[in-house]
């Protein structure tokens, strides 16, 4: 099993440019999520999904879209990419509820915009 | 608002001393709290789960304490090694129980 995987790796936007992270898992969980990370800041929640079609936001979701079209997928999208969306981004999945049950992380994806 | 807070930004011990890492969290009890490790350059990885009637977990040189009355979690590692070196995050469930709550996270350094 992969486990969670994140699509690309790296990536440079100028100002303004739009982009999708795609995140895919293959233990065929309910719940995904799209965090990112910075500096002195943490993880931070952006949004989430409790399952296929549904979508729900998280503490820092403005600037960003998600959709969840397939239940192994969870894509994020950054529709005019800002310098301050500069951030480490991560995914992770978890079976059911977060209360009780571990979540997942992929790999990351580090972005910048310049 | 939701917190959950972790003291120090940084710890440094020598190996073979046991490193003792503080969580806490403000409004609800949660009922349960969750430790992940992440190395640098990688995503957080799951380490431990406690329950709030455990009071204690452990994992090999791992101890995981939950105090409800202080609001706080302990996060212990034993005769600490070099490979400990990480940064260590809580994080709790938010009141629906759908997502995590993560604290900002504590860098531990374990020097030979």
């Known amino acids: 099993n992969a486990g969670v995987t994140q699509t690309p790796k790296f990536r440079v936007l100028k100002t303004g440019q739009s982009m999708t992270l795609l995140c895919a898992q293959d233990m065929n969980h309910e719940y995904m999520y799209w965090y990112r990370q910075d500096p002195g800041m943490g993880l931070r929640l952006i949004h989430y999904?409790?399952?296929?079609?549904?979508?729900a936001k998280g503490e820092v979701p403005d600037g960003y879209n998600v959709s969840r079209l397939k239940k192994q997928n969870f894509l994020l999208g950054l529709e005019s990419a800002a310098p301050s969306q500069t951030s480490v981004y991560f995914c992770a999945s978890s079976n059911l509820g977060s209360s009780y049950n571990e979540q997942f992380f992929g790999p990351g994806t580090r972005l910048t915009v310049l | 608002s939701q917190k959950i807070e972790q003291n120090s930004e940084a710890l440094n011990i020598q190996e073979g001393k046991t490193a003792t890492l503080t969580c806490n969290y403000t409004?609800?009890?949660?009922?349960?709290l969750q430790w992940y490790r992440q190395d640098p350059g990688r995503g957080p990885v799951f380490l431990l789960l406690?329950?709030?009637?455990?009071k204690e977990k452990r994992k090999e040189r791992l101890k995981v304490t939950f105090d409800t009355t202080l609001k706080q979690s302990l996060f212990h590692i034993t005769a600490s090694q070099p490979a400990d070196s990480a940064t260590y995050l809580c994080?709790?469930?938010?009141?629906?129980?759908?997502?995590?709550?993560f604290g900002k996270g504590t860098t531990l350094s374990v020097s030979s």
């Open positions: 409004n609800y009890s949660p009922a349960y």
């Open positions: 994080a709790k469930a938010n009141q629906a129980g759908t997502a995590l709550i």
């Open positions: 406690i329950r709030e009637n455990e």
């Open positions: 999904s409790v399952g296929e079609g549904t979508t």
